[in-house]
């Protein structure tokens, strides 16, 4: 049977639609402080001359991989990569960050382990971590189980993170452009998304260690990116993978076609098997290689390629932009509309 994102317990569409019930209370909060940009990778309120912008986010299940194996000093880079990766799209430079523990009991030596990951990604993305918060919650948080069956503590980890940026360098998509180039900066695998459906089709024991690899944290190259190049639209491909694209063409009112788009790594490929699911399924659920993306004018692209290769990060041309309010991909001749 095929085991797709939603029968393995997430409905995107579902999600969307909270969202837009969201969308319609949170509003009624909303001062003239405050940028009407709901549905971004994050919210921006007039501070002065500036704007500060923020964003909250997580680690998702992939903590249960953590919990398998009992190595629990990366998934804090990945709460770290989650806040700031959306935070640069747009085109904010990241401050400050505070972090969320909630465990079953407490556990100095796990959360001295989830605070060195905390610590290893903010340096990382230049950030400093200011405060935070533990929580025991052994009602709410559940035992994990570690690669013997033997009993973990349970525990989730989230955080919130603000930046800054000037009013005039603020970038949400409406520069987008037709026949501007989409550049496709390079995952370090599965990120922190898809988890809930990659954990029920690969064995933990085989993939768990690639599993757990750190999603990647593009604020380097992207801040010097914005430095150099006129960019006009910026993408973090997290939860809804290759259709968050569509956040920027509702904006713009263009569309995407992703027509070279990289081969997928191994894990991808073996997780498409396994679920039995299409290629739509996949490019809907997971970033498939692609972490990121930078839209700007085609003169443009190889100058944020250089930028992108000389911070280890690699990159290429993987589509265009359209009329057509869409995100299509062309994948071995076929068309897939997200």
């Known amino acids: 049977m095929k085991l797709d994102y939603a029968r393995a317990g997430v409905d995107v569409k579902k999600v969307k639609g909270i969202h837009s019930s969201i969308e319609k209370l949170i509003s009624q909060t909303h001062t003239k402080n405050i940028v009407p940009v709901f549905g971004h990778y994050a919210g921006l309120v007039n501070f002065g001359n500036k704007i500060l912008a923020m964003h909250t986010d997580g680690v998702g299940s992939k903590v249960l991989v953590a919990q398998f194996l009992k190595k629990y000093d990366t998934v804090g880079i990945d709460c770290v990569a989650m806040n700031v990766n959306d935070l640069i799209c747009v085109g904010a430079t990241p401050i400050a960050l505070v972090d969320y523990i909630a465990l079953r009991k407490e556990d100095e030596y796990l959360v001295n382990e989830l605070m060195r990951g905390l610590v290893k990604g903010a340096q990382e993305a230049n950030v400093a971590i200011i405060g ?169 692209a190889n100058k944020v390629i250089e930028i992108c290769r000389k911070h280890n990060c690699k990159a290429s041309i993987i589509g265009r932009i359209t009329s057509e309010e869409r995100v299509e991909i062309l994948k071995d001749g076929v068309s897939l509309i997200l």
């Open 132 to 300: 935070g918060e533990t929580a025991i919650l052994p009602d709410i948080i559940k035992e994990g189980l570690d690669y013997s069956g033997l009993p973990t503590n349970g525990f989730d980890l989230a955080a919130t993170c603000i930046g800054v940026v000037n009013k005039d360098k603020i970038i949400t998509g409406k520069e987008i452009k037709i026949n501007d180039v989409v550049i496709g900066l390079e995952s370090s695998g599965l990120h922190s998304n898809g988890y809930t459906l990659a954990r029920k089709v690969l064995s933990l024991n085989k993939w768990g260690d690639e599993l757990l690899i750190p999603t990647r944290i593009y604020v380097k190259p992207v801040l010097e990116v914005l430095k150099k190049v006129n960019v006009h639209g910026l993408a973090h491909i997290t939860g809804g993978a290759f259709s968050k694209l569509d956040r920027l063409g509702k904006i713009a009112k263009k569309g995407f076609l992703l027509d070279n788009v990289p081969e997928p790594s191994r894990i991808f490929n073996e997780i498409q098997t396994e679920a039995d699911v299409d290629d739509k399924e996949m490019y809907s659920v997971f970033n498939m290689g692609v972490g990121f993306c930078v839209i700007a004018g085609k003169r443009d």
